[in-house]
């Protein structure tokens, strides 16, 4: 049932710009991250000190008596002169980073594009599903009321401390709940989260179950960040229309164009009588127009497409999702192509 699952309080900020200004000299940094790791106590414990070596390494934080897990791949490319883009990959919900990795192959054809990679757990207890606390989902990560966002920004800034790192260039990638939670970061962690990438997910930062609505979050963004969004319309545990889903929970989701809608907003773009259109066959590329400081908003449609990684001939989950996979594009490279084309500016 991996990767079936389609989602805490603003992150701890402490002392980051001074953790940011170290970036690019990190020999002289390593006496200054001790000393801010360690001030933090608790808040953010775990892991070593020193420049993470090239390859893939194993860490973990501390929040709030919650330990996160996750691995750091920094690519041979990342040296103080020359800094890299970084994805920050999250898995569905049921499943987990290695399983997310060896269906999607994120930092496998990162590393071919000199691309960082943070591939993080998400949080169960017992025998509970490993999941996201994105708002309104999902499993025990919402049930305990887990603060991903301000564990995911402690990680992204140990990260940044510790490898030559592009700030302009960082997404949040993620599937299903994964990609629910790329959208609350995109909201609530803009200043360091520049591009959200999401797979048959949602932006869920309202309770449905209520009349009216309630909001869990608002999504305001500042800076704006740049968001791609993949859909299969065959996805029955992620309806395009929203509803409920097929999978292990299926609480009521709101239609993906509510959450393009509300992309529009918070980027600044035109009407959607300016969107541009374009694709042939099954697959359409809703492009929004006009966005505040070039920012980047695309919806892409798969008409044949299931609960799927665009890209991935992998789908475990086919006999209760439904559609297929699809290979009409691959989420991975226009992730690259948007990391590489489209910095965000500085507004120093």
């Known amino acids: ?200 997910a949602y932006l869920v930062n309202e309770d449905l179950s209520t009349d009216p609505p309630t909001t869990l979050f608002a999504c305001a963004p500042s800076p704006p960040v740049s968001v791609i969004h993949f859909h299969g319309l065959q996805d029955a545990c992620a309806p395009f229309e929203g509803g409920e889903g097929a999978g292990v929970i299926n609480d009521e989701r709101p239609p993906v164009s509510d959450t393009i809608a509300q992309m529009r907003a918070a980027n600044q773009c035109a009407d959607a009588s300016s969107d541009v259109v374009t694709g042939t066959g099954e697959l359409e590329r809703r492009t929004l127009a006009g966005c505040a400081a070039d920012r980047v908003v695309q919806l892409n449609t798969v008409d044949s497409a299931g609960h799927v990684w665009f890209g991935s001939p992998q789908y475990a989950s086919q006999p209760i999702c439904e559609g297929s996979t699809t290979m009409l594009l691959s989420a991975n490279q226009e992730i690259f192509s948007l990391l590489r084309d489209n910095p965000r500016q500085s507004t120093e």
Not at 155 to 164: C, H, L, N, P
Not at 190 to 200: F, G, K, L, Y
């Open 1 to 200: 049932m991996t990767q079936i699952l389609a989602f805490a309080i603003d992150p701890h900020r402490m002392s980051r710009p001074a953790v940011r200004r170290c970036r690019g000299v990190l020999a002289h940094c390593v006496i200054l991250v001790t000393l801010l790791l360690g001030a933090c106590g608790d808040e953010t414990s775990g892991g070593g000190v020193g420049p993470y070596p090239v390859g893939q390494s194993a860490d973990s934080i501390t929040l709030n008596g919650v330990t996160h897990t996750f691995s750091v791949f920094v690519p041979a490319a990342a040296e103080p002169n020359n800094p890299v883009p970084l994805i920050v990959s999250l898995h569905g919900g049921g499943g987990s980073a290695d399983d997310f990795e060896q269906s999607a192959q994120v930092q496998a054809d990162a590393e071919a594009e000199g691309i960082a990679v943070i591939r993080v757990n998400g949080y169960a207890t017992d025998n509970d599903l490993l999941t996201w606390n994105a708002g309104y989902c999902c499993g025990a990560a919402q049930r305990d009321n887990v603060d991903h966002v301000g564990a995911i920004g402690a990680i992204i800034d140990r990260v940044e401390s510790r490898a030559s790192i592009d700030a302009s260039r960082v997404a949040a990638a993620g599937h299903s709940n994964g990609g629910m939670m790329a959208y609350r970061l995109g909201c609530q962690l803009s200043d360091r989260i520049t591009h959200v990438a999401a797979s048959a």
